[in-house]
């Protein structure tokens, strides 16, 4: 599926539930949970804004390359199972974790950051399980009111802006 232009609105769930593949060039999404996905996600343009839930929530394969994701009163992504990858774009929340790496149920979470701005109230990036991966080579991070990067799993820094108010990363495992 591919939205190119347009809206799509959901006051009480989900705008999209994806399990296949779906790619955004432009427009807008604007729900309670914004997308949820377990398949193939790929953002190309436009804007994704969830209203009362995370904007994404990705148990797949999702791939930033521009457009705006955002959120006001949670995390603008979480990650439970699978990889997230940030090429480009605008990654906001202004109110918790611009992204957040967890773990479902026996999962594991990963997370890429190439380019892009990722920008959280609190943190801009938390990771909440050790077995999880975050790589980050460029882009920029910024954590508000806490840390940029507040990590407990192998972390790899190659490039890239980190700054945060308390640290840039707090971690207690880097390479």
Excluded: P
Excluded at 82 to 93: P, R, W, Y
Excluded at 114 to 124: A, H, L, P, R, V
Excluded at 144 to 154: A, I, P
């Amino acid at each position: 599926m591919y939205l190119e232009s347009g809206t799509i609105v959901a006051e009480e769930t989900y705008a999209l539930s994806n399990s296949g593949k779906f790619t955004m060039n432009n427009g807008t999404i604007r729900s309670f949970g914004g997308i949820t996905t377990s398949g193939t996600t790929i953002i190309n343009g436009g804007t994704v804004e969830g209203t009362n839930d995370y904007s994404i929530s990705s148990s797949g394969s999702t791939t930033i390359n521009g457009g705006t994701i955002t959120n006001a009163v949670s995390n603008a992504m979480t990650n439970s199972n699978g990889t997230i990858t940030i090429n480009g774009g605008k990654v906001e929340s202004t109110i918790s974790e611009a992204i957040k790496v967890s773990n479902g149920y026996h999962t594991i979470g990963h997370l890429v950051v190439n380019g892009g701005e990722i920008e959280g109230q609190t943190n801009g990036i938390a990771n909440t399980d050790s077995g999880n991966t975050i790589k980050i080579t460029g882009g920029t991070i910024r954590g508000l009111t806490k840390n940029g990067l507040n990590t407990t799993c192998t972390t790899n820094i190659t490039g890239g802006l980190i700054e945060g108010a308390t640290y840039g990363v707090y971690t207690t495992r880097i390479t």
